[in-house]
């Protein structure tokens, strides 16, 4: 029996953090921060698992936002307090991506805290270089 060196591949990596294989290697993997192989299996790079979890916990996975489940937040607030930008929500809202809002009744549209948390949950977490 040939003795493999320990670590896991593209498509184990994405089954354990439950996202695509394709996610895992074509975005994931070229963010700069992204860990070398520490081998092969057959034709399949492998990547410590240690190392590539310290990687998706500081540059991939997004982080909770610190909101308040039934206070109402316009797009500039929820803009502060998470890294989505106001002009994405107009543009995810435009697309469908984004939930209506809760309350309509002053100039600017607003969204309780535990319905941007749920949004956010849905996100990707890759955030481009420079953004992170």
Not at 64 to 82: G, H, K, M, N, V
Not at 99 to 117: I, K, L, M, N
Request: proline fraction near 8%.
């Amino acid at each position: 029996m040939v003795d493999t060196p320990p670590g896991e591949t593209y498509a184990e990596i994405a089954a354990r953090h439950g996202r695509a294989e394709t996610t895992v290697r074509n975005q994931w993997a070229r963010h700069p921060a992204w860990p070398e192989p520490i081998g092969k299996r057959g034709r399949y790079l492998l990547f410590d698992p240690a190392t590539v979890d310290q990687v998706v916990a500081e540059h991939i996975e997004r982080p909770a936002a610190d909101l308040e489940p039934s206070r109402l937040y316009t797009a500039r607030e929820i803009e502060q307090a998470t890294d989505l930008t106001a002009a994405t929500i107009r543009a995810d809202r435009s697309k469908g991506r984004w939930p209506e809002p809760d309350d309509c009744s002053g100039r600017a549209h607003r969204w309780y805290g535990s319905t941007v948390a749920q949004a956010l949950a849905g996100r990707r977490g890759y955030r481009k270089a420079g953004g992170g």
